[in-house]
Every structure is written in structure tokens, then in C-alpha cells.
């Protein structure tokens, strides 16, 4: 959420950061909401400064024996207003929060300003792309050869995009999460954290999924007596774990904090028509590693670009081809201020798949969520900044994995990180 002073005092400077997002802020409505809200409040403050006068009024003649009643009198009036405008403010701000709700977070100056993907943009690249030197096959048919996977099983017994592993293509799923957790809290410091699958309406809320993204999550009732979309299956481990904080003050010497934690993600992937679905590519279903930070707003930068370094290692140490793309203003997501994405190579496929996708949300989260921090300095209260990244996904990592250490008689041989996990 943004600051609504941010919003009062910058309106013009405000509006044309939302456009590089393709979001168009009627400021009139806002401007008018947020100037009658304010000037009801100055009322209601002049009343109760009048209230409070009666008091000391009355106070003053009973001690005189002299009446009260008229003061008293005039005094119930004077609250019945106040009721009656804090009513109308409670409607305002109602009001005032859908339209904040709605509004995404703007770019950071040093994000590309484009209408979608054409603005991304590649700021280096680790490893070259593999040329295997032989007919290759696609994670698809390598896994039904193998037997590790099944597309159709999954969707006899759910529905397309579900996927079942069988064998050493489950045993494969397993060594990844215990690898990538082993390497972000040994290495990079992360405390381990194993959140719920399912969470409420105020998380999806504070994290920014919802409103704007309902429509790809699963939304669910918990008992009969609640409406559908009270609880939803998380779409990342980013929403349980940023939440943990939520409505909580931090102590300074605290921050940074880092999570790390393992979740499955469900999406129903609802604009993916036409796109390319086959096999892992594009599930309905996956398990994912997650970072979590929380941190000073003037580190904010440099912990993403730490946080961008903490999931290339992943893929280093997986000796997996990968690039690191600065995204454009038009390809982030509702809440990211700044985000990159790690891309990695399919040979047999020929094709870049997004792994991860690490951002700086600024104090975006933050506000929806209101988690805090007292500056020692200052001693004043003030919103940490968020970030998030994947570290990273693993239904595209099988399928990169697979793809890139084929060998031609159809086996799969993996890098030697993973060898202590699969042995």
C-alpha cells in the first residue's frame, strides 16, 4: 500500500510512476475522499476540544451550585456529532482503502519503464548454454522413459497441470528442497521456516495477492458457515512467512531478518491460455524454496541484490546455465518496486525458464501488513521494507536438470552437489 501523504503531496509525480506500471490513478476521486476525510476530522477534533470545555464547565459550576442542565444538554449534542461524523469518516476511510488497495506499488527510478516485456533486461549471464552434441529429448519424454513423473496420472486423479513423481523422480524433488535449504541456512544465514499451506483473507491482503490477483488463486471455505475465498491455498511461501510479522514492531538490533522455507504452491495459472504448458513447464501444483527479508529501508537495495546472489548460488552449485534479467515497469508484479529474474537454459526445449523471481517491495507490504521498527535514532516509529525470492522453483529446475544432464543413451546425470542427497 502506498503512503496516502505520498499520494497528497506528489499527486502528478505519483500518477505517472502508476502509469509505467499500466495503472491509471483517478486522483480526483482520491483527493476529494482524502480532503473530506481530513476536514471531518479537524471537525470532530474542534468538537471534542468544545466537549471537553463543557466538562471542565461543569465541573467549575457544580462546585458553584449553580444549574448544569443547558451545558449538559448542549454537551450530549455535541457528542451525538461527533457519533454521527465518525460514522461518516468510517465510511470515507473505507472507501479511501479500496482505492489504496487497488493501487500497485510504483518502480524504483532505476526500473525500466515499458508496457510489457520489452523493456526487460539482461544484466549478466552465468555458464554457457549446454549444446549436448546429440538428438536430445524433452523433460517430457525423458521422464516417461524414465518413470520418474506422470502429467496423465496427475490428471486422472485432480486435473491437468498436477503432477506425480514416482520413484527417483521423487526422490530427485526431495534432495532439491533438503539441498536448497541446507545451502541458505548454512551459507547465507536464513532461519528455517515450515508454514502453513493454507492461509486467511488478511495474508493474501497484507502480501498483495488479492484483489488484484483472486482470480489465479484456489479460494476455499474451512466449515459451512463461511463464505468461498475465506481461506486460500498459498500461491508462494512468501505470503505465511511475510505475514509471521504482521501488526508486530521490530526491534532494530533484529534487522535484518531472513526466512527461508519450503511450501507447496498452487495457481490456476488463469491467463495462461496459449502459452506453453507442456509438461513441467507451467503447473498447477509445485514446490518451491522461499526468501524472506526484512530489513532497514535505507539496506533495502543492497539486500536485494544479496538476495539475488543467494538464489544464483543455487543454481551455480546446480552448474545449470542461467541470466539474470532486470525486469521492465509493464513485467512486475502489483507489488514489486524492483525485481530480477533468474532464467535458466533448456537445450533440448531451447528455451529460457524463469526459476526465480527476486523483488524489493520497499514499504508496500509493510503498510498493508503494518510491521514496524522504532529508528534508534529518531525514536520514531517506521515501516520496514520487504523482499522476497524464490530459492528457487523446483518443477522447472526438474525440468532444466533433466534437460541439461541428459546423456545419449537416455540417463540422467546430475551435478555433483546433489550427489551427497541422492546417494
Same mark, same amino acid.
Given at each position: 500500500m502506498l503512503d496516502p501523504k505520498l499520494i497528497r503531496d506528489n499527486p502528478d509525480e505519483v500518477a505517472k510512476a502508476l502509469s509505467a506500471k499500466g495503472f491509471k490513478l483517478d486522483l480526483k476521486v482520491f483527493l476529494a475522499l482524502d480532503a473530506e476525510r481530513r476536514s471531518l476530522l479537524k471537525e470532530v477534533e474542534d468538537l471534542k476540544a468544545k466537549r471537553n470545555s463543557a466538562n471542565n464547565e461543569i465541573s467549575l459550576l457544580k462546585k458553584q451550585n449553580k444549574p448544569i442542565n443547558q451545558i449538559i444538554d448542549a454537551m450530549k449534542a455535541t457528542s451525538?456529532?461527533?457519533?454521527?461524523?465518525?460514522?461518516? /469518516?468510517?465510511?470515507i476511510n473505507l472507501k479511501i482503502e479500496q482505492i489504496m488497495l487497488s493501487i500497485p506499488n510504483i518502480p524504483l527510478q532505476d526500473v525500466p519503464v515499458s508496457k510489457g516485456t520489452e523493456g526487460n533486461k539482461v544484466v549478466r549471464a552465468w555458464g554457457e548454454p549446454r549444446k549436448l552434441g546429440f538428438k536430445a529429448k524433452d523433460h517430457l519424454d525423458l521422464a516417461t522413459q524414465l518413470g520418474w513423473f506422470s502429467m496423465d496420472k496427475g490428471s486422472k486423479i485432480t486435473g491437468a497441470g498436477f503432477p506425480v513423481y514416482f520413484g527417483q523422480g521423487a526422490r530427485l524433488e526431495r534432495a532439491l528442497i533438503n539441498f536448497m535449504l541446507d545451502l541458505h541456512i548454512k551459507q547465507h544465514g536464513y532461519t528455517e521456516v515450515w508454514p502453513p499451506a493454507l492461509v486467511n483473507r488478511a495474508s493474501m491482503r497484507g502480501t498483495g495477492q488479492i484483489p488484484k490477483m483472486e482470480e489465479d488463486m484456489y479460494a476455499l471455505a474451512a466449515g459451512e458457515e463461511e463464505e468461498k475465498g475465506s481461506f486460500f491455498l498459498i500461491p508462494t511461501a512468501e505470503v505465511p512467512i511475510t505475514n509471521l510479522l504482521r501488526d508486530e514492531t521490530l526491534d532494530e538490533k533484529d534487522l535484518p531478518i531472513k526466512?527461508?522455507?519450503? @511450501?507447496?504452491? %498452487?495457481? $490456476? #495459472?488463469?491467463?495462461?491460455?496459449? $502459452?506453453?504448458?507442456?509438461? !513441467? @513447464?507451467?503447473?498447477?501444483? %509445485?514446490?518451491?524454496?522461499?526468501? /524472506?527479508? %526484512? /530489513?532497514?529501508?535505507?539496506?533495502?537495495? #543492497?539486500?536485494?541484490? @544479496?538476495? /539475488?546472489?543467494?538464489?544464483?548460488?543455487?543454481?551455480?552449485?546446480?552448474? !545449470?546455465?542461467?541470466?539474470?534479467?532486470?525486469?521492465? @515497469?509493464?513485467?512486475?508484479?502489483?507489488?514489486?518496486?524492483?525485481?530480477?529474474?533468474?532464467e535458466v537454459w533448456a537445450p533440448a526445449t531451447q528455451k529460457w525458464f524463469e526459476v526465480s523471481s527476486c523483488s524489493v517491495f520497499t514499504d508496500f507490504q509493510a503498510r498493508r501488513m503494518n510491521i514496524r521498527y522504532r529508528n534508534t535514532v529518531t525514536q520514531k516509529l517506521e515501516f520496514v521494507h520487504t523482499l522476497n525470492g524464490s530459492g528457487v522453483a523446483l518443477a522447472r529446475i526438474v525440468l532444466c536438470l533433466l534437460e541439461n544432464f541428459q546423456t545419449p543413451d537416455g540417463r540422467i546425470k546430475f551435478p555433483k552437489s546433489l550427489a551427497a542427497y541422492l546417494s
Open positions: 451525538q456529532k461527533i457519533a454521527d461524523l465518525d460514522i461518516k /469518516v468510517g465510511e526466512y527461508t522455507g519450503y @511450501s507447496p504452491c %498452487f495457481r $490456476k #495459472e488463469a491467463g495462461s491460455y496459449g $502459452k506453453d504448458t507442456r509438461g !513441467l @513447464s507451467r503447473v498447477h501444483q %509445485f514446490d518451491k524454496i522461499e526468501m /524472506v527479508k %526484512f /530489513v532497514k529501508p535505507e539496506t533495502s537495495g #543492497e539486500e536485494l541484490e @544479496s538476495l /539475488v546472489r543467494d538464489a544464483e548460488d543455487i543454481l551455480q552449485a546446480l552448474e !545449470l546455465p542461467y541470466r539474470v534479467v532486470l525486469l521492465g @515497469s509493464g513485467d512486475m508484479s502489483f507489488a514489486a518496486a524492483k525485481c530480477y529474474d533468474l
